[in-house]
Nanobody
Framework: QVQLVESVGGLVQTGGSLRLSCAAS????????MGWFRQAPGKERESVAA????????DYADSVKGRFTISRDNAKNTVYLQMNSLKPEDTAVYYC???????????????????WGKGTLVTVSS
């Protein structure tokens, strides 16, 4: 079992920045690829970013490329999502999730994760 806890989100103005973190406990964090997802009101959940076990490989949704950065610190059992140039359409509940699959990019895109956090709300005001 892996328990995932996201940091508190918050209210940010358009163009602002926010960093989310997700702390993992339980089984070996470094054996899991990680993903960030979000779900806006009235919309389906979508994948935002993915990162490999070592952190050496990342993948992003087109909507956040160049603005968001996913990273991880395996020594701290934590994955991060740095969000810059935020837009009102980034408003959503953000979730981190873990997968043990080798094909993690595909699994993140499909939302087929093994463990999920409870989510944290990010609101971007216009």
């Amino acid at each position: 079992q892996v328990q995932l806890v996201e940091s508190v989100g918050g209210l940010v103005q358009t163009g602002g920045s926010l960093r989310l973190s997700c702390a993992a406990s339980g089984r070996a964090f470094s054996s899991y690829a990680m993903g960030w997802f979000r779900q806006a009101p009235g919309k389906e959940r979508e994948s935002v970013a993915a990162i490999s076990w070592s952190g050496g490989s990342t993948d992003y949704a087109d909507s956040v490329k160049g603005r968001f950065t996913i990273s991880r610190d395996n020594a701290k059992n934590t994955v991060y999502l740095q969000m810059n140039s935020l837009k009102p359409e980034d408003t959503a509940v953000y979730y981190c999730a873990a997968t043990g699959s080798y094909y993690y990019s595909d699994y993140v895109r499909a939302g087929k994760m093994d463990y999920w956090g409870k989510g944290t709300l990010v609101t971007v005001s216009s």
